[in-house]
């Protein structure tokens, strides 16, 4: 009896001191919804509506826009002069049952303009969760 006591005493202290420094767990699993996720452009301005899922208890997210906008001239080619550019928009939005929907926009503004017969194409779209640390690239020229 007393060499079972001797065993089973190290090995509960081992199990409570395991217990005790393991950090708080998290029930979230983030991730962007991809077919509820779209890009379209109107004019110079592209709009991402989209939506993430599996965030668990948090408040709110950061969710950042990335594009690559690009003149494109009437015969369909981006001349490779100063009119491409990057831009980004970013915004926080509540979490509601562990998901958040969002909408966010980006419009094209260069010196010189890109008017007509000249077009603005999108490249290059991403959203960023800075909260969570995940990214969803959206194939595609928009």
Do not use: W
């Not at 958040?100 to 260069?110: C, G, K, M, Y």
């Amino acid at each position: 009896m007393r060499r079972s006591a001797l065993f089973l005493l190290p090995a509960a202290t081992a199990m409570t001191a395991v217990s005790l420094l393991a950090g708080p767990a998290y029930a979230g699993s983030p991730h962007f919804i991809n077919n509820a996720t779209s890009a379209t452009r109107s004019g110079d301005t592209l709009t991402v509506n989209g939506k993430e899922a599996g965030l668990g208890d948090e408040a709110q997210i950061h969710v950042v826009l990335s594009a690559t906008g690009l003149c494109i001239n009437g015969g369909g080619h981006h001349p490779h002069a100063v009119n491409k550019a990057s831009f980004n928009a970013a915004g926080d939005f509540p979490v509601q049952n562990g998901k958040a929907d969002f909408t966010l926009s980006v419009t094209a503004v260069f010196q010189p303009s890109c008017s007509p017969p000249m077009t603005v194409a999108f490249t290059d779209v991403s959203l960023m969760d800075t909260t969570n640390g995940i990214t969803l690239n959206i194939p595609g020229t928009f």
